[in-house]
């Protein structure tokens, strides 16, 4: 009987009682009804008077040793709760849970994408850092000619034939240059021009250039399809106005005007009281540059447009300055939350 109480006692002495579950688990296997140590008192019933002596002062130690260990765990995991619960401080205000959203532009440019995708168009991309070929050679860009005068870029030092794209336009000749129409594509990305920063210019920008490209396209159909963006766009009141413009690479050639959406066409600072703003350049794709990818203009005709995501954004929202959008202050970019 006195190897079986040190062999309790040395169980005791392991025992990790560090949890709840624990402590309760150290009642039930010593001291519990059915535990170890009433086991062991009705042992000692039985054992010779003589014995009864030393065993008796033996078996009460060993009682006390496993009832102090229990007071004494009971009471560590009652501090530390309450402890824990004068650490939460239930009065203090709520950490505000930031929910992210996507930038205006990219709520623009999805847009964008989705009314033109449900007339047929798909998506493509291209570099930003472009040759001269594709950003202005093969957009029948005469060399030193006065239009490329408008656009202005950063060129590559060591490398004088790399530039910034200034446009999106880059994109329509890569994607005739690898596809033969029909091609009916959206090409949205950031374009660069090197411009004085200031409230409606900066020296990067985005936009949607767009490309149609099929036997019998015309005219009629590129102004149907800006129309029906802008209704989509804008609203279903929209109007839209076509003025005579010139680029390079469409001939005949028009700006997108659309009616003020802030004064409704009565004249206000945002249309320079014209009741009219501009969201596009568009036109029939030249011909020299269907022959410079390698297209039959005999045989293929097509319209192209580009507008201005910033531009577009700013009419949708109200916005009276370009810098907003990429100076990153988290008070302008938290008012564009959007339920997805
Ligand atoms: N690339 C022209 C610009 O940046 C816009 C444009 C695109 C005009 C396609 C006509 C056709 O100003």
Not at 150 to 164: A, G, H, K
Not at 214 to 222: E, H, Y
Request: proline share 5%; charged share 25%; with cysteine.
């Amino acid at each position: 009987m006195r190897e079986k109480i040190e062999r309790i006692r040395q169980e005791i002495d392991a025992f990790a009682n560090d949890t709840r579950e624990a402590v309760e688990r150290f009642r039930l296997t010593f001291l519990a009804r059915s535990g170890s140590i009433p086991a062991l008192f009705e042992e000692f019933k039985a054992v010779s008077a003589d014995e009864k002596k030393v065993l008796g002062k033996v078996l009460n130690e060993l009682k006390n040793l496993a009832e102090t260990r229990l007071r004494e765990a009971t009471a560590r995991l009652e501090t530390s709760a309450t402890g824990a619960q004068s650490a939460l401080d239930l009065t203090l205000p709520v950490i505000p849970n930031e929910v992210g959203n996507l930038h205006p532009l990219n709520q623009t440019r999805y847009r964008i994408i989705e009314i033109f995708e449900r007339l047929g168009f798909n998506v493509s991309d291209g570099p930003e850092v472009e040759d001269d070929w594709h950003n202005f050679s093969a957009l029948n860009f005469p060399p030193n000619h006065p239009a490329r005068e408008m656009q202005d870029t950063f060129f590559v030092e060591r490398n004088p034939d790399m530039l910034l794209r200034t446009h999106t336009s880059n994109v329509q000749i890569r994607l005739l240059e690898k596809q033969k129409p029909p091609v009916r594509s959206i090409m949205p990305g950031r374009v660069y021009r090197n411009e004085a920063i200031s409230a409606r210019a900066h020296c990067f920008f985005h936009q949607v250039e767009g490309l149609y490209v099929d036997r019998n396209v015309g005219f009629a159909d590129l102004k149907q399809t800006l129309y029906h963006f802008a209704k989509e766009m804008f609203g279903a009141d929209t109007k839209i106005r076509l003025r005579p413009s010139f680029f390079p690479f469409t001939e005949p050639s028009a700006e997108i005007d659309i009616s003020c959406l802030i004064c409704k066409g009565k004249g206000c600072n945002v249309c320079k009281y014209s009741g009219w703003v501009e969201i596009a350049g568009s036109g029939m794709v030249h011909p020299n540059v269907l022959r410079n990818v390698g297209v039959d203009p005999e045989e293929f005709t097509g319209f192209a447009f580009g507008m201005g995501i910033e531009r577009i954004t700013m009419l949708r929202y109200g916005i009276n300055d370009l810098r907003l959008f990429s100076e990153n202050d988290i008070r302008f970019l938290r008012q564009f939350q959007t339920v997805i």
